[in-house]
């Protein structure tokens, strides 16, 4: 799910898991680099390293000769980062920003056998984690939450691996309102990334095949969940159920956002933005994502 963060892809990613074909664990790239695991919680109440789940899959993992390092921070080897240098890895395997430039370096890159190597890498992990979570949970589909733009793009070279990506976004008053809630940015630096994620998440689809992606807004999941579930489904291609929304009803075992730890599976638009927002800050926004805001289908401004 490439994209700006703070759109309710970790509730999106709850919600799926309660649907009998699919499950989830959050963020496939593992926890930041902040995390304490001496309290950090899974979502099924018990301390990550106590959680029975969490162990059955790193064995699973290690059967399947790929394993995952789960009990470790700062990402998992599911994350693709060839260098510890934020520079150095933006430059190698990040976008660059336009797709004349992407492709240039991809091919000078990707003769390098330690790019290629660490690329393959990752896709035998991911395969891995994801073969892991749906043998446990006998589930067919494995629902990656992740906001890393670049992800699909090397994910879908793997062999093994059908990459679909739902592409959620979110109206960006709404979601600069949220960025700057949670990062404490101010309004033009919030639009600014809402442009840049979205922006960089819409140009990885094509190096997916045709109808491998979906565009999703926010809003409508909020408005109409049930049709946006059948919508995911036929996406899929597993058979349509209904998802129960408000309590949780199944065991969970997800990482990441906080909000992993609340029971509620409530689906509800935050429209704080009407009231925190003025004139000159819709301004704003409007001057900074307005044709890109069009181009990902909202009619605002």
């Known amino acids: 799910m490439p994209g700006s963060p703070y759109t309710g892809s970790t509730l999106l990613g709850a919600l799926l898991n309660e649907h009998p074909h699919c499950a989830s664990i959050g963020a496939a790239t593992g926890l930041i680099r902040r995390s304490d695991l ?40 599911t994350y693709l980062r060839l260098s510890q240098n934020r520079w150095i890895n933006a430059v190698l395997v990040r976008s660059l920003g336009q797709d004349v430039l992407n492709d240039v370096r991809d091919a000078v890159v990707g003769r390098l056998s330690g790019v290629r190597g660490a690329i393959s890498e990752v896709g035998w992990n991911t395969w891995s984690l994801a073969s ?4 446990k949970t006998g589930k067919s589909v494995f629902i990656d939450t992740a906001r890393d733009h670049q992800r699909p ?11 679909r990506v739902i592409h959620l976004v ?47 807004h926010y809003e409508d999941l909020c408005a109409n969940p049930g049709a946006v579930f059948d919508r995911i489904s036929d996406f899929l291609e597993v058979d349509r159920a209904p998802i129960q929304h408000g309590s949780r009803s199944l065991e969970s075992h997800i990482i990441g956002n906080k909000t992993r ?11 704080s933005w009407q009231t925190r927002f003025g004139a000159a800050d ?18 605002w401004p």
């Not at 793009?153 to 990459?163: C, F, G, I, N, Q």
């Not at 809630?181 to 630096?189: E, Q, S």
Request: hydrophobic fraction near 35%; glycine fraction near 6%.
């Open 132 to 135: 892991a979570v749906l043998g």
């Open 170 to 216: 979110r109206d960006p008053r709404g979601n600069s309102a949220s960025i700057m809630k949670h990062t404490g940015a101010d309004v033009a630096a919030a639009a600014r990334q809402w442009k840049h994620y979205n922006v960089e998440a819409a140009r990885v689809k094509r190096y997916l095949p045709q109808g491998s992606w979906m565009s999703l």
């Open 261 to 271: 730890l609340n029971g509620s599976r409530e689906i509800r638009e935050d429209l």
């Open 38 to 77: 001496s309290s950090y919680h899974c979502s099924c109440g018990k301390k990550f390293l106590e959680c029975e789940f969490w162990h059955d899959i790193v064995a699973r993992t290690r059967d399947l000769g790929r394993p995952v390092n789960v009990f470790k921070t700062n990402r998992w080897n």
């Open 282 to 299: 819709l301004a704003t926004i409007a001057t900074i994502t307005g044709p890109t805001s069009h181009s990902l289908g909202f009619n």
């Open 153 to 163: 793009k090397y994910l879908a070279r793997h062999p093994l691996l059908d990459v």
